[in-house]
């Protein structure tokens, strides 16, 4: 018997599955009935009264079929049941609609009733109306009631009066103050209403559970408590979470946004340290599991993908002028952007071997964007670096093999980000090389076969230890290698 | 409706179903693309127009800030031994003789070439390890040219694939995939990322033979698979004539070519007005790449100027055509160039027999090469911005195939280990990431997959390997298909 039970319970849900199939179909009769028999009246085509019964009588079957369906589907449970009721009596009446619809268009009630076509039109049209009503409730009920109008643009949700959009908890944001973060509040709440309260929230309930307050949580749904305090590993929220994906019981729902495994290490840490609504990151234990993943909420890195992602820091700087973009590139210079979402610019002559400190002039109106900039292997002078003066971003410059001296390099004391400086191949010496070790950024410079002395670079590596300064191989230095190499190759 | 029935008419004409099917899957990709590069973006689109010629290549910004520009790849074709070279195991030396026990092997399948044996005698290392510079990493006395630059180097003890066999293995490790078909993975970077240098290709191949006799290489490896033309490896041989029908024919001058081109140009242009295939702007923006590598190939190839000491950096074999040393010499004036991926391959490395001679002979023809190539690119500025990656497709096995003896002895396939290097840009220097058990033969920790190994070097050029990708045939495809991990604990 109870295996019968258990059978008949399957095959109700089986075929309440096809609700949101068959649903369609009485909808799409109906508008084509009523429409059909709008423009019929309008003389617009020409339909025979049988083509409409058939269509009606579909209808009628239709809608019936969807009833029954999303009867099965509703014993499931799960929805919120007020909508769910009201969403119920709109579809039965639909059916019941269409069905006399269909019936007083029956020759037999045409013969009798004098008004009877009027009276089927009318109620044609009303079940065609209910049909967007009833929809649009089935819609909420599976999508959640504000699916539709969640994305509604200005200035027609001004017009409607709506809120304005908040925004979305998807992106979830860096927490400026990680010891003082209230850890449900401001750290575990966001992550579950981001993944979970979709379903298990005010909106709807899946397997009876919400998971939009923490008494509810503990109190659980259909299967048990959410969470055991103390006891991460009891608590079924985590259980579900580590499920593999292809786990029917696996939450959140395959093809559904994941947990990361920070925000599971965080959850259940929470859990573990007792589950409090009010206590903050400080006063909770800390362990290893969790350190990385409160390290993560500090930074911008809690969407994984972003952390350790970029080699430049952040900079944000206005848009380029494009007309000065298009200007370098009418002379060869390769302009990109850094990177994807980024005003920074690179911009590089290596098509341009024949580049002039005028055409370098060109680069003034990006002075804030320029970031890498590659005039290396080029005609320009001390001339060029006049015009770059003052590009506050820079953080890359190669000046190789160019005609660069000391002088020139007067022009670069503005650069607080400058980083990277190639001075390979110029006629930069000593004196030069000093001017540049009084830059903040500095980390790397080139200086092999400039007029740069190993003398020199000794003294700047005395007082600056923080830059590297790489010279180079010269016909000694190559010999001792090969030398040292050949003495330990075994014949 | 005489108009749409004569619309009707001419797509009916000019679109073969073929055409109309590849058309409509390129612009798809294209339209991948165009938001790869968040097209809509003005600045984006200015870049985008802007290149001159090929403006319906696909010019790319990474996704984000990259901290390699360029890559080389110096492929050790055939699988070079772990065991002889990077990986030290006194245990072998320990247990030399003795079978290798079962709960290492785990019945692991072995290729038909060792699967027959009674016994699997594990055989150690003839030549001795040692340690060098201030990380103290050890490394063979193969290697000693290597040796002098370990602290520039992160070793990747812990690699491991899924191929047993070459073919399979390195069109793994070239396409992502073990059958061949699928874009290499300097297309999947040329495609993402684009040219800088306009009158070079953006991915150069450079071939090298070690010793004859080995494993053979195929044009697959370096295929454009799906994605447009443009984007295939060009192959770059030493000597006079680098490229293939690069120089104009006998007869042919500059001018006759150029006008020739200009006609060509025309009718292609009528074609494609006709037919909508965009293969065939690519192949006009392939003449035209052609006709300025007339020019600039020469140039770049020309090894006139290099200094006498550079040549002794590279040794002997750097002033030699065709040799694993002049194609290293090479890819540095590449690099210099800004062409952005240049793989070269090495072939000879396939020691099944023989191994202690034969694999001497192939650490000789790179070692001091590598080293040199790393310093030369050190000195000039350009290592802080280029990757250099070091390795084979598989490793090889702890146990001997045939016969062992104290002098000879040979090595099997083995996928399950292996070591890698790489240098430069954006990865730690002196730093070694994985172990191997003590028979060199299971990764035990931190373990690398060949995808893994491709998320982190596209990662390191800026690219997010997950959204790399290409539609094709209904599906969307990337490099490292549903995988990889970007290593991130060998990163700056």
Known sequence: MYNLLLQSSDWALFIGRFHPVLVHLPIGFLIITALLEVLRRFDKVIVSESVIRLLLLLSAIGATLACIAGYLLADGGGYDHELLDSHMWKGIGIALFAWIAWLLKSDLLTARLKTAPVLASSLLLVATLLTFVAGHDGGSLTHGADYLTQHTPEPFRSLAGMPAKVVEIAELGPIADVPNAIVYVDIIKPVLERTCTQCHGPGKQKGDLRLDNLTAMIKGGKEGPAIVVGKSAESELIKRCLLPLEDEKHMSPKGKAQLTENQIALISWWIDQGASEDKKVAELKTNDAVKPALASLGSSAQNEVADKTTSEPEIKVALGNPQAIEALQKVNFLVRPLAHGQNLIEVSAVNKPGLTDEQVGLLKPLSEQVIWLKIGGTKITDNALKAISGFKNLKKLHLENTAITDAGLDALKDMPHLAYLNLVGTKVTDDGLKKIAALKGLKSVFVWQSAITEKGIEEIRKTHAHIQIVGGLNEESVAEFVRLGEAKTLN | ?492
């Open chain 2, 1 to 492: 409706m005489s108009f749409y029935r004569e619309l009707e008419n001419h797509v009916h004409e000019q679109l073969s179903r073929r055409n109309f099917l590849s058309k409509t899957s390129l612009g798809l990709g294209a339209a991948a693309m165009a938001s790869l590069l968040n097209a809509d973006d003005s600045m984006a689109k200015k870049v985008i127009d802007g290149t001159p010629e090929g403006a319906s290549l696909p010019l790319g910004k990474p996704h984000f800030a990259p901290k390699a520009k360029r890559i080389i790849y110096l492929f050790q074709s055939g699988a070079p031994s772990q065991l002889e070279l990077f990986d030290y195991k006194p245990k072998l030396e320990q247990m030399w003789g003795q079978d290798l026990p079962e709960s290492v092997r785990k019945g692991q399948r072995l290729t038909g070439m060792t699967a027959g044996q009674s016994s699997f005698p594990l055989a150690a290392s003839k030549y001795k390890f040692a340690r060098y510079g201030p990380s103290d990493l050890m490394i063979s006395e193969l290697m000693p040219y290597t040796s002098s630059i370990v602290d520039d180097v992160t070793f990747i003890r812990s690699m491991h694939t899924e191929a047993i066999n070459h073919d399979p293995a390195v069109t793994f490790f070239q396409t992502g995939s073990q059958q061949g078909g699928r874009p290499s993975w300097g297309s999947w970077i040329s495609y993402g990322l684009g040219s800088d240098n306009q009158n070079m290709p953006s991915f150069v191949v450079l071939l090298s033979k070690g010793r004859g006799g080995d494993q053979p290489l195929y044009a697959k490896l370096w295929s454009n698979g799906f994605l447009p033309s443009v984007h295939q490896g060009v192959v770059f041989r030493s000597g006079p004539d680098p490229v293939f029908y690069l120089n104009n024919p006998e007869g042919i001058d500059k001018t006759s070519r150029r006008r020739m081109l200009n006609s060509l140009a025309k009718l292609q242009q009528a074609q494609f007005e006709k037919i909508l295939d965009p293969e065939i702007n690519y192949r006009m923006s392939q003449y035209e790449m052609a006709y300025r590598m007339q020019t600039a190939v020469p140039e770049t190839m020309d090894i006139s100027k290099e200094p006498e000491y550079i040549f002794d950096l590279y040794g002997e074999e750097s002033r030699k055509p065709g040799t694993f040393a002049a194609n290293c010499l090479l890819a540095r004036k590449l690099i210099e160039k800004d062409v952005k991926f240049v793989q070269l391959y090495h072939q000879g490395w396939d020691q099944h027999g023989n191994l202690p001679n034969d694999i001497k002979t192939m650490a000789k023809s790179v070692d001091q090469a590598s080293a040199a190539l790393i310093k030369d690119l050190k000195q000039r500025g350009l290592l802080d911005e280029t990757l250099v990656v070091w390795g084979g497709e598989f490793g090889r096995g702890a146990y001997s195939q045939g016969k062992l003896t104290k002098d000879n002895y040979g090595r099997d396939h083995h996928p399950r280990s292996f070591t890698i290097w790489m240098a430069g840009a954006g990865v730690k220097k002196g730093f070694v990431f994985g172990e191997t058990d003590e028979f060199g033969y299971n990764v035990i920790k931190d373990p690398v997959h060949v995808h893994d190994f491709q998320a982190t070097v596209m990662h390191l050029l800026g690219v997010d390997h997950e959204r790399l990708v290409f539609k094709h045939q209904g599906r969307r495809y990337r490099l490292t298909d549903v995988h990889g991990k970007v290593v991130k604990p060998i990163l700056t």
